[in-house]
């Protein structure tokens, strides 16, 4: 079995490499896709791929902003998000950790919300709050709390929907981010159905009648069992997930599901790639994939500096 700190090490490249691989083949439908064993940082010749003039194995705005959010954390040893909101607005007006410095994808709604905190709008006040601002941008940012978190349960939810309102403050993107947390908790944790756990948690902490427990039984629906879609609604994105890690029992098989998915295949993949990457260990991502990954130098020291903190 992988030790923590291998778990810890996977989640963080399990994230990054999903979202490398998911990179060329974004904004493709499922049956436009090559097969899956065909699904490398290299498209197969002919295929037509998304970003084009982006190397292979380069992690996108997802990757970015999560290296973003595991700065800050250990910047502050909190949830800063003043100090989150300049990352993100460095990352998008700079390349901030982005490989090579290089911006090639801002979602909409992200866009939005850094230009408003840009203003001078306060980071909790940014993000957007309509019910059809409801992309996956935070839930693809957030797994480092909860590789970084020491804290208690509730906690750990407070502190994901805290991060979700820089750039997306509708409730149920913030109680997805908060599930998906959990998620990880109890998959770094060993659990023998950490989703399940997850949600066991979720609901003991958010009772019924809780503004957030309404959200989760109303519109996130975390046991329904149609099949997740891979689009960039943060409700699909982390059903999508949850169904990749189901039915594979590999690391290379989630993020492949995930990808094979089609549309927003970085953020699927790297979503589903995280939890993949804590429950089989860094060891267990294929080492083609960690010695092709771009920008390493950018994520070992704060890797060092994570799993230093957890020893002390």
């Known amino acids: 079995m992988p030790t923590r700190e291998e778990r810890i090490a996977g989640g963080l490249y399990g994230l990054l490499i999903g979202d490398a691989l998911g990179v060329p083949y ?12 065909q699904l490398e940082f290299e498209p197969p010749p002919g295929f037509h791929r998304a970003h084009g003039s982006v190397p292979p194995g380069t992690w996108s705005d997802d990757g970015a902003h999560a290296l973003c959010l595991l700065a800050s954390l250990l910047h502050a040893d ?13 990352w998008y007006e700079l390349g901030y950790l982005a490989v090579n410095n290089r911006v090639f994808d801002v979602g909409i709604q992200t866009r939005a919300a850094l230009e408003t905190f840009r203003s001078g709008v306060s980071a909790l006040q940014s993000g957007p709050r309509g019910e059809r601002e409801n992309g996956n941008g935070s839930l693809m940012r957030v797994l480092p709390l909860a590789l970084w978190h020491t804290g208690s349960d509730a906690e750990l939810a407070s502190a994901a929907m805290t991060q979700s309102l820089v750039t997306h403050g509708h409730l149920r993107s913030q109680v997805c981010c908060a599930l998906y947390c959990l998620w990880a908790r109890r998959t770094l944790e060993g659990a023998a159905d950490p989703w399940a756990e997850a949600l066991a948690t979720f609901h003991r902490l958010y009772p019924e009648g809780h503004a957030a427990r309404t959200e989760l039984e109303l519109h996130v629906r975390p046991n329904t069992p149609e099949p997740g879609r891979g689009s960039g609604y943060v409700v699909d994105c982390l059903l999508s997930a949850r169904d ?22 970085d953020t699927t993949a790297a979503v589903a790639g995280g939890i993949a990457g804590i429950r089989e260990g860094l060891q267990a991502i294929p080492e083609r994939w960690r010695k092709a990954l771009r920008g390493q130098e950018l994520v070992e020291p704060m890797l060092h500096n994570l799993l230093s903190r957890g020893r002390g």
């Open 26 to 37: 974004e904004f493709h439908p499922p049956q436009q896709l090559p097969p899956r064993a």
């Open 78 to 90: 909190a949830l800063d998000p003043e100090d989150l909101g300049r990352r993100l607005w460095n």
């Open 244 to 265: 990749c890690v189901r039915a594979e029992a590999t690391y290379e098989g989630v993020v492949k599901a995930s990808v094979a998915l089609g549309h927003d295949t």
